[in-house]
C-alpha cells in the first residue's frame, strides 16, 4: 500500500501558498533527527533505535548456541544478513578480557551482555566490511560474559568473521574507571534517546572527565564523549555549550582520523543541527552538504551514512519550504534504508515520520496517515509498549485526525499518547505537556467546550513554564491558545 502512495505523482508543493506546522512537529522533526541520528554516531548504536528491547535479545540468547571463548584460540565462522552468533567468557571479579573480532568481508556489530544480561554496550566502531572490532570489559561480579555478533546490515550477504579472546588478567585501576566510564557513555545515549537528557547530560559528562584524564584528547573514546555531550547540550537547547563541545569534537577527530572520514563527518552533521536550531539555515545547509560529500565518498551514495545526510537536508529545506526537494531527499533516503535495512527496521520507520509530516504540512493528510501509520506499526513490534517514539507516533496520528475533522479519532489519539508520555519521561515532560495542549485545541473545535479547553491549556502551561521558563515559543504558544477560550467565554 506504501508504495502506491510514494508512486503517485508528486503534490503540487509550488501550489500552496502558506503551510503551517504546529511548533511541536517542528520540534519533532528536530528531536527525532537528533535521537534517530546521532545515536548511531560513532557506528556505537544504542539498542532502542535499532533493536527489539534489551529483554528480547536477553531471551533470544537462551534459544541459541553459546561459544565459550578460551583464551589463545580464534574462532572463525561465516555470518549473514538476519543471523547471530552468541559468545560467552567467564571470568571472575575483578578481571579484565579482551576480545577481537576480525571482519573479513562483513561488517559486524558486537553486543556485550553483563553476567546479569543486561546489554552494556554496542560496538561498531569502523563500519567497514575489513579490520577488527575490540571489546573490552571488567568483570563486576563473577560469572559469563557474553557477546552477540550480528551483521550490522538485515541483508547483508555473506562474510566470514574471526573472533579471539586475546587476553584475560586482573583489571588495572585505570581500566576498570574507562569500563565505567564505558558504560556511563552507552547508558547516556539510551537516556538520551528516552528523552531523559538531565541523568544522560550527568553520565555523559562524568565520561568525558574520566576518559580524558586517562587517555588524553587525542583518542576516539574521548572525541566520541565530546560529540555525545555536545548533542546533549544541543538537545536542552543550550546551544553555546553545544557549539563550543562540538568544536573540540572536531578538533579531535580531526587529529585522530582526519578529515575526510565518517566519524568526521559525524561531527560535522551535530554542528549542522546546532546551526539549524539557531535559525541559520544557510551554514547549516553548507555543514550537511560537507557531511554528505565525505559520506558518499567514504561509504557510498547508496550506503546508509549518505541516506543520514539525505534525511538531514530534507529536513533542512522542509523548514525553508523547498518542500519539493524535501520530498525528493525523503524518498530517496527511505529507499536507501529500505534496500538495506529491510522494511520493518527502526530507521525506515524513523523515515516515514518524517515523509508523513511533510505531507501532513502539505496538507495532504489522505496521503500522511498510512505512512504514520506504518512507522506507529514498526516501532510496536519493536519496541517497548511504553517507549517515547510510541508516544510521538501516536501524537502525530492524532493531529492528522484532527485536521481531517475526526476529532474522536483526535482525541484516542492524544490520550494514548499521553499515557505512554506519563510512563516513559514522567507526568511533568514536554510530551505530555504537549498532549494537553492538543487536546485543548480539540475541545475547543470539536465541541466548544472552552472549560475543558482552558483546563488543558493551563495544565499544558504549568508543565512547560517549569521546564522551560516564562520565555520560551513553547510557552508562549500555550498562553496564545489560552487566550481563545478566555476570550469566547467573555473573560477579556
Avoid at 534459544?63 to 572463525?76: C, F, H, K, N, Y
Avoid at 521546564?467 to 487566550?483: F, M
Wanted: aromatic content about 6%.
Amino acid at each position: 500500500m506504501f508504495k502506491m502512495i510514494i508512486g503517485r505523482p508528486r503534490l503540487n508543493f509550488s501550489a500552496r501558498k502558506s503551510l503551517r506546522l504546529l511548533p511541536l512537529l517542528l520540534l519533532w522533526l528536530w528531536l527525532q533527527c537528533a535521537h534517530g541520528q546521532n545515536a548511531q554516531a560513532w557506528g556505537r548504536r544504542p539498542s532502542p533505535l535499532q533493536s527489539p528491547p534489551q529483554q528480547q535479545s536477553a531471551e533470544a540468547q537462551n534459544t541459541q548456541a553459546v561459544t565459550t571463548l578460551e583464551s589463545g584460540r580464534p574462532v572463525e565462522r561465516e555470518i549473514s544478513g538476519g543471523q547471530k552468533h552468541v559468545y560467552q567468557v567467564a571470568l571472575t571479579e575483578g578481571q579484565y578480557a579482551n576480545v577481537v573480532v576480525e571482519q573479513r568481508g562483513v561488517d559486524v556489530v558486537a553486543r556485550l551482555f553483563a553476567a546479569d544480561g543486561q546489554l552494556i554496550a554496542d560496538v561498531d566502531s569502523g563500519r567497514t566490511t575489513q579490520g577488527a572490532e575490540r571489546v573490552e570489559l571488567v568483570a563486576e561480579v563473577a560469572g559469563n560474559y557474553k557477546l552477540e555478533i550480528a551483521p550490522s546490515l538485515p541483508k547483508a550477504g555473506a562474510g566470514t568473521y574471526a573472533i579471539q579472546l586475546s587476553e584475560v588478567r586482573e583489571a588495572t585501576a585505570d581500566e576498570k574507571s574507562l569500563y565505567e566510564a564505558r558504560k556511563q557513555h552507552y547508558e547516556s545515549l539510551r537516556l538520551n534517546e528516552a528523552g531523559k537528557s538531565d541523568k544522560a547530560l550527568e553520565l555523559a559528562d562524568r565520561a568525558l572527565a574520566t576518559r580524558e584524564k586517562i587517555l588524553g584528547l587525542s583518542h576516539t573514546d574521548v572525541a566520541a564523549s565530546l560529540r555525545a555531550l555536545g548533542t546533549l547540550y544541543w538537545s536542552k537547547g543550550d546551544h553555546t555549550r553545544a557549539e563550543e563541545t562540538l568544536q573540540r569534537a572536531m578538533g579531535a577527530t580531526a587529529k585522530i582520523s582526519g578529515t575526510e572520514t565518517l566519524d568526521y563527518a559525524d561531527v560535522i552533521h551535530a554542528l549542522a543541527q546546532v546551526r539549524f536550531s539557531k535559525g541559520d539555515h544557510a551554514q547549516a545547509e553548507q555543514l550537511n552538504q560537507r557531511a554528505r560529500s565525505i559520506r558518499e565518498k567514504a561509504a557510498g551514495p547508496d550506503s546508509l551514512a549518505a541516506a543520514s545526510s539525505l534525511l538531514n537536508l530534507a529536513v533542512l529545506y522542509r523548514t525553508t519550504n523547498d518542500l519539493p526537494k524535501s520530498e525528493q531527499l525523503f524518498l530517496k533516503a527511505l529507499a536507501i534504508r529500505e534496500k538495506l535495512l529491510g522494511s520493518d527496521h527502526m530507521e525506515v520507520s524513523v523515515l516515514l515520520n518524517f515523509l508523513g509530516l511533510l505531507y501532513y504540512g502539505a496538507g495532504d493528510y489522505n496521503s500522511a496517515e498510512p505512512i504514520l501509520r506504518r512507522s506507529l506499526a514498526i516501532k510496536e513490534k519493536l519496541l517497548e509498549p511504553n517507549h517515547r517514539q510510541i508516544a510521538v507516533a501516536l501524537n502525530n496520528l492524532g493531529l492528522v485526525e484532527w485536521k481531517k475533522g475526526d476529532y474522536e479519532k483526535a482525541e484516542t489519539y492524544h490520550r494514548r499518547a499521553m499515557g505512554v508520555y506519563e510512563k516513559a519521561t514522567g507526568p511533568e515532560s514536554n510530551g505530555v505537556a504537549s498532549s494537553f495542549h492538543n487536546l485543548g485545541i480539540i475541545y475547543k473545535e470539536a465541541s466548544q467546550n472552552y472549560a475543558k479547553a482552558e483546563e488543558h491549556y493551563r495544565q499544558a502551561l504549568t508543565i512547560w513554564e517549569k521546564i522551560y521558563g516564562e520565555y520560551n515559543a513553547s510557552t508562549a504558544n500555550a498562553v496564545t491558545s489560552l487566550g481563545y477560550p478566555l476570550r469566547s467565554a467573555g473573560r477579556l
